[in-house]
């Protein structure tokens, strides 16, 4: 007996274990279609009303988020050392399928009661929260909406973008793309506790229904809503399932990136993420077919995942 729970230990330690052992399945919600069908209404203002909020500021590693070994990059000398970045979410107002928000920003109990949050211990520790200004709680601006929370849609499951995931109503239902719960890689030794913590009372996540996309504008897209209002892009690399949202808005179509790029200078110098990022190679790729989209389509605004 001892054998075998040795050799079980090592397995774990030497695979890792997944993300998160909350239950996933696919998702009920959203059509798969070529990604060339949202070309067609692309720039006609939308049926959505978008806003970005700031929930906190915060400064990480600079090499995680951008790649400082690219050749432009070391042009320009930059070193690694605190990036002021910031944490988000952003509100989706659908006419008829109500409020949704893309990502999460941070949890009240963060601020509050930080020994209380999903977020503690030894991943508070290497969150460095004490470089942390909370502005604005997912909790608190959640009380003042006049509407509930249909949905939370995820651009992928990294702590910094579920932190406020504690404050999302039990039973909402919670998005994100393919493999995102069951990658397994050694850190997740150290976070699965918490990012089970946050998602506690939820249901099964819901995993987009990509499929592969027969003209590579994006390895995949969804329909969310089934009206070209909304649509999941699958860009996979910072995570298997990282997603990017594009939103035909009341003002025009709108790219959240997610962490397909952290910073506004890596975009607008095409250097790909860091450090940070799961498969570098195939980060590139999704970061480039990003990039290659919204010079194309240059009425597209960008929001990027921790920069204005």
């Given at each position: 007996m001892k054998s075998v729970l040795l050799a079980l230990c090592l397995t774990v330690v030497g695979t890792g274990c997944a993300?998160?052992?909350?239950?996933?399945q696919r998702s009920a919600l959203?059509?798969?279609?070529?990604?060339?069908?949202?070309l067609a209404e692309l720039e006609v203002p939308g049926p959505v009303e978008l806003e970005t909020v700031t929930s906190c500021d915060w400064a990480v590693e600079r090499g995680g988020l951008?790649?400082?070994?690219?050749?432009?990059?070391?042009?320009?000398?930059?070193?690694?050392?605190?990036?002021?970045?910031?944490?988000?979410f952003h509100a989706l107002r659908h006419p008829t399928r109500g409020l949704y928000i893309v990502d999460t920003g941070v949890e009240t109990a963060l601020r509050d009661a930080p020994g209380r949050s999903a977020m503690r211990g030894v991943v508070a520790s290497?969150?460095?929260?004490?470089?942390?200004t909370v502005h604005q709680p997912l909790g608190e601006w959640l009380t003042r909406q006049p509407q509930a929370l249909s949905g939370v849609f995820l651009t992928h499951l990294h702590p910094d973008h579920i932190t406020g995931m504690a404050d999302v109503p039990a039973g909402t239902p919670v998005f994100t793309g393919p493999g995102e719960a069951s990658e397994r890689a050694?850190?997740?030794?150290?976070?699965?506790?918490?990012?089970?913590?946050?998602?506690?009372?939820?249901?099964a996540l819901s995993e987009w229904g990509y499929t592969e996309d027969p003209q590579g504008?994006?390895?995949?897209?969804?329909?969310?809503?089934?009206?070209?209002?909304?649509?999941?892009?699958?860009?996979?690399?910072?995570?298997?399932?990282?997603?990017?949202?594009?939103?035909?808005?009341?003002?025009?179509?709108?790219?959240?990136?997610?962490d397909a790029s952290h910073t506004r200078w890596g975009w607008e110098h095409d250097v790909e993420p860091g450090t940070f990022t799961?498969?570098?190679?195939?980060?590139?790729?999704?970061?480039?077919?990003?990039?290659?989209?919204?010079?194309?389509?240059?009425?597209?605004?960008?929001?990027?995942?921790?920069?204005h």
């Open positions: 993300t998160t052992s909350h239950d996933f959203g059509v798969s279609k070529p990604a060339t069908e949202l951008i790649n400082l070994d690219h050749p432009t990059a070391k042009a320009a000398h930059l070193e690694d050392g605190d990036e002021p970045v910031k944490i988000f290497a969150m460095h929260l004490e470089k942390m050694f850190v997740n030794l150290l976070v699965q506790g918490a990012v089970d913590s946050a998602l506690e009372g939820k249901p504008l994006f390895d995949g897209a969804v329909d969310v809503f089934g009206d070209g209002s909304v649509w999941a892009l699958w860009v996979p690399g910072h995570t298997p399932g990282s997603t990017a949202y594009l939103v035909r808005s009341t003002q025009g179509p709108v790219l959240l990136l997610g799961h498969d570098g190679p195939r980060s590139v790729v999704s970061f480039k077919k990003l990039r290659a989209f919204v010079a194309a389509h240059p009425a597209v605004q960008v929001r990027f995942g921790h920069q």
